[in-house]
């Protein structure tokens, strides 16, 4: 994992954030939390920080990080209170959970927590890095074989260093220079360009870390695919919140996570890898109520499955932040023969819940060395193993676009092999096992991920998976491997075997499958036309219409599916496009009643 470090005093960011649903419960958390045993208001680890010899948290003027907890979403004017009133220096305000983060004078502290609607001062804290054959443990080989799918579609977040976007594994998805189809889409960089909101930073990673972890993912294993990542065809989105010492502060990670969130319908993220955590004071302390914890939950409840690596303590109990939250999935580390690796952390957290959820290979894991162009290194830890969950994730989604972060997880867990934890090296007793039906435990989470059936599970869901019949694109495809459509244009395929209807929809998670009503039962070929791309897309608030657009196409005999065929396309044309927005009387009664829907799955959709 990687760390982080608090941010230089005075960097503030000025950065508007719209798009996303602020789930967060607004009970009175900081009654009962864990981390406040004294029930002063501040974080029990602050006054620990302070008198620490180990890391230098307060710096040379006597200032410290810190996140100050509101009762309620602060506002400008909040700001103004906590600058004005104590000497504090504002680095952001978030709008997924009710926090801003700064320094403060150690001596103003208590003077602040005393403000008015401020209810908790944490301390932000330190996060740092985590650290072929892993797909053959998991099965990933199998799915090629049997689906087609490579993850292509889907779309990762790697919150981590950064990516090195020279590398040939990462360049592009095809491995052909004369084309132009990157598989980075998006960049940010929380760290030393946090104004550049738009994503057109151009990728780097100045340690290395995150590169490795984005190769296991989506890496394309080029020159000589040895070592490709579990969804090669995937394309990623980069957000750097760590620094090249691979440390970086819980403002700066919660800046790049709550970014993610805000992009995700314009770069369609569906999954994210997090391969950091805390050391030290931050390794011991768990509570749901941190302030990174409670970001974590509310990306998973802004429909982003977030992967998150236990930790390399190689004892129990000490799932630390921001593993132990409660809505991500956990991942724990496996050596590749399957025994959990003894550097793997175990639960169960602070507040006694069973984490991991899964475990996954993460030793001698070989994957992308940055900054070498061609070259590759084996690294260990469950850093590795995180983005290869991730990866997984990837062709989940490819295989059935309409899943929710939670189903991801449930289905990942109920699909994986279970493992006792007297399994592992120590031979540790685990009292959990002797709980009758019992899935879970603080070694192995649910077990060791099953790759074939986790996909397998996901795309019969609705309907059978069968080869039987398959879709095939007969449109050409451009050098920037995409199908440009314009006006009066269209895309046509060829069906291979007897179908009784087509159903087509857009990667947005907001989208939804619909039958296209100009096909007719048994016919061999189809077409979508220009006009139906802009009135679907036209209905989907925020979405810029003329560009890069994801299609996904699928065939229906009986109760049976074809696989998802994917077409990258770029939309072309100037066609004047409705405004929309999300309480707009224009948008179709249907489409307001399935993402209600959607809101009410992410909330339900949460058995473990």
Same mark, same amino acid.
């Given at each position: 994992?990687?760390?982080?470090?608090?941010?230089?005093?005075?960097?503030?960011?000025?950065?508007?954030?719209?798009?996303?649903? /602020?789930?967060?419960?607004?009970?009175?958390?900081?009654?009962?939390?864990?981390?406040?045993?004294?029930?002063?208001?501040?974080?029990?680890?602050?006054?620990?920080?302070?008198?620490?010899?180990?890391?230098?948290?307060?710096? $040379?003027?006597?200032?410290?990080?810190?996140?100050?907890?509101?009762?309620?979403?602060?506002?400008?004017?909040?700001?103004?209170?906590?600058?004005?009133?104590?000497?504090?220096?504002?680095?952001?305000?978030?709008?997924?959970?009710?926090?801003?983060?700064?320094?403060?004078?150690?001596?103003?502290?208590?003077?602040?927590?005393?403000?008015?609607?401020?209810?908790?001062?944490?301390?932000?804290?330190?996060?740092?890095?985590?650290?072929?054959?892993?797909?053959?443990?998991?099965?990933?080989?199998?799915?090629?074989?049997?689906?087609?799918?490579?993850?292509?579609?889907?779309?990762?977040?790697?919150?981590?260093?950064?990516?090195?976007?020279?590398?040939?594994?990462?360049?592009?998805? %095809?491995?052909?220079?004369?084309?132009?189809?990157?598989?980075?889409?998006?960049?940010? %960089?929380?760290?030393?360009?946090?104004?550049?909101?738009?994503?057109?930073?151009?990728?780097?990673?100045?340690?290395?870390?995150?590169?490795?972890?984005?190769?296991?993912?989506?890496?394309?294993?080029?020159?000589?695919?040895?070592?490709?990542?579990?969804?090669?065809?995937?394309?990623?989105?980069?957000?750097?919140?760590?620094?090249?010492?691979?440390?970086?502060?819980?403002?700066?990670?919660?800046?790049?996570?709550?970014?993610?969130?805000?992009?995700?319908?314009?770069? &369609?993220?569906?999954?994210?890898?997090?391969?950091?955590?805390?050391?030290?004071?931050?390794?011991?302390?768990?509570?749901?109520?941190?302030?990174? /914890?409670?970001?974590?939950?509310?990306?998973?409840?802004?429909?982003?499955?977030?992967?998150?690596?236990?930790?390399?303590?190689?004892?129990?109990?000490?799932?630390?932040?921001?593993?132990?939250?409660?809505?991500?999935?956990?991942?724990?580390?496996?050596?590749?023969?399957?025994?959990?690796?003894?550097?793997?952390?175990?639960?169960?957290?602070?507040?006694?819940?069973?984490?991991?959820?899964?475990?996954?290979?993460?030793?001698?894991?070989?994957?992308?060395?940055?900054?070498?162009?061609?070259?590759?290194?084996?690294?260990?830890?469950?850093?590795?193993?995180?983005?290869?969950?991730?990866?997984?994730?990837?062709?989940?989604?490819?295989?059935?676009?309409?899943?929710?972060?939670?189903?991801?997880?449930?289905?990942?867990?109920?699909?994986?092999?279970?493992?006792?934890?007297?399994?592992?090296?120590?031979?540790?007793?685990?009292?959990? $096992?002797?709980?009758?039906?019992?899935?879970?435990?603080?070694?192995?989470?649910?077990?060791?991920?099953?790759?074939?059936?986790?996909?397998?599970?996901?795309?019969?869901?609705?309907?059978?998976?069968?080869?039987?019949?398959?879709? /095939?694109?007969?449109?050409?495809?451009?050098? &920037?491997?995409?199908?440009?459509?314009?006006? &009066?244009?269209?895309?046509?395929?060829?069906?291979?075997?007897?179908?009784?209807?087509?159903?087509?929809?857009?990667? $947005?998670?907001?989208?939804?499958?619909?039958?296209?009503?100009?096909?007719?039962?048994?016919?061999?070929?189809?077409?979508?036309?220009?006009?139906?791309?802009?009135?679907?897309?036209?209905?989907?608030?925020?979405?810029?219409?003329?560009?890069?657009?994801?299609?996904?196409?699928?065939?229906?005999?009986?109760? &049976?599916?074809?696989?998802?065929?994917?077409?990258?396309?770029?939309?072309?044309?100037?066609?004047?496009?409705?405004?929309?927005?999300?309480?707009?009387?224009?948008?179709?009664?249907?489409?307001?009643?399935?993402?209600?829907?959607?809101?009410?799955?992410?909330?339900?959709?949460?058995?473990?």
């Amino acid at each position: 994992m990687l760390s982080l470090e608090s941010p230089s005093v005075g960097e503030e960011t000025n950065i508007s954030f719209s798009g996303y649903v /602020n789930y967060e419960d607004n009970s009175d958390w900081w009654e009962d939390t864990s981390m406040d045993t004294d029930k002063d208001g501040i974080q029990d680890s602050i006054w620990l920080a302070i008198d620490s010899k180990k890391y230098n948290w307060v710096d $040379d003027d006597g200032r410290i990080g810190v996140i100050v907890d509101f009762d309620h979403l602060p506002t400008p004017e909040d700001e103004i209170l906590l600058t004005s009133n104590v000497d504090f220096v504002h680095f952001h305000t978030y709008h997924l959970i009710d926090s801003i983060a700064g320094s403060v004078a150690v001596e103003d502290i208590v003077k602040l927590s005393k403000l008015p609607g401020v209810v908790m001062i944490e301390l932000d804290g330190i996060l740092e890095i985590v650290n072929s054959d892993a797909k053959e443990v998991h099965g990933v080989g199998a799915i090629y074989e049997e689906t087609g799918y490579n993850g292509s579609g889907s779309v990762v977040a790697i919150i981590d260093t950064g990516i090195d976007g020279e590398h040939v594994g990462l360049d592009d998805l %095809d491995d052909d220079n004369s084309t132009d189809d990157p598989k980075i889409i998006a960049f940010f %960089d929380a760290v030393n360009n946090a104004s550049a909101t738009d994503g057109t930073v151009v990728p780097y990673d100045d340690h290395g870390h995150g590169s490795h972890c984005a190769g296991t993912t989506a890496g394309t294993g080029a020159p000589t695919y040895d070592n490709p990542g579990m969804a090669p065809q995937a394309q990623l989105v980069g957000v750097k919140v760590l620094d090249g010492g691979g440390s970086g502060s819980f403002a700066g990670v919660m800046l790049g996570m709550e970014w993610t969130v805000e992009k995700r319908h314009d770069f &369609n993220i569906r999954a994210a890898s997090m391969s950091l955590g805390g050391f030290g004071l931050i390794e011991w302390t768990s509570s749901e109520e941190e302030s990174v /914890n409670r970001m974590a939950n509310e990306m998973v409840r802004n429909g982003i499955a977030l992967f998150i690596a236990a930790g390399n303590s190689a004892v129990s109990a000490q799932i630390g932040t921001p593993g132990s939250a409660e809505d991500v999935i956990t991942v724990g580390a496996l050596d590749k023969d399957t025994k959990i690796a003894v550097y793997s952390s175990q639960g169960p957290t602070e507040e006694g819940r069973v984490k991991p959820n899964i475990a996954f290979v993460g030793s001698s894991v070989m994957s992308v060395e940055a900054n070498t162009g061609t070259g590759y290194r084996s690294m260990s830890g469950t850093s590795m193993a995180t983005p290869g969950a991730a990866g997984v994730a990837a062709l989940m989604y490819q295989a059935n676009p309409d899943l929710s972060p939670f189903d991801i997880r449930n289905i990942m867990q109920e699909t994986s092999t279970y493992r006792q934890c007297h399994y592992m090296g120590a031979n540790e007793p685990c009292a959990e $096992d002797g709980i009758p039906k019992n899935r879970q435990n603080n070694v192995y989470g649910h077990g060791q991920v099953e790759a074939l059936p986790a996909v397998m599970e996901a795309a019969n869901l609705v309907y059978g998976f069968t080869n039987a019949i398959d879709i /095939n694109l007969n449109t050409p495809i451009t050098d &920037n491997s995409r199908v440009n459509i314009g006006p &009066n244009d269209n895309i046509a395929f060829d069906i291979n075997g007897d179908v009784d209807k087509i159903q087509w929809r857009t990667w $947005d998670m907001r989208d939804d499958w619909m039958d296209l009503t100009t096909y007719d039962s048994g016919l061999d070929s189809f077409e979508i036309e220009y006009s139906m791309f802009v009135d679907r897309l036209k209905y989907l608030p925020g979405n810029e219409i003329e560009g890069n657009q994801t299609l996904l196409i699928r065939a229906i005999k009986n109760t &049976n599916s074809s696989a998802n065929e994917v077409v990258h396309i770029q939309i072309m044309g100037n066609t004047e496009i409705p405004t929309t927005t999300e309480d707009s009387p224009s948008l179709p009664f249907g489409f307001v009643i399935f993402t209600s829907m959607m809101v009410a799955l992410y909330k339900t959709r949460r058995i473990d």
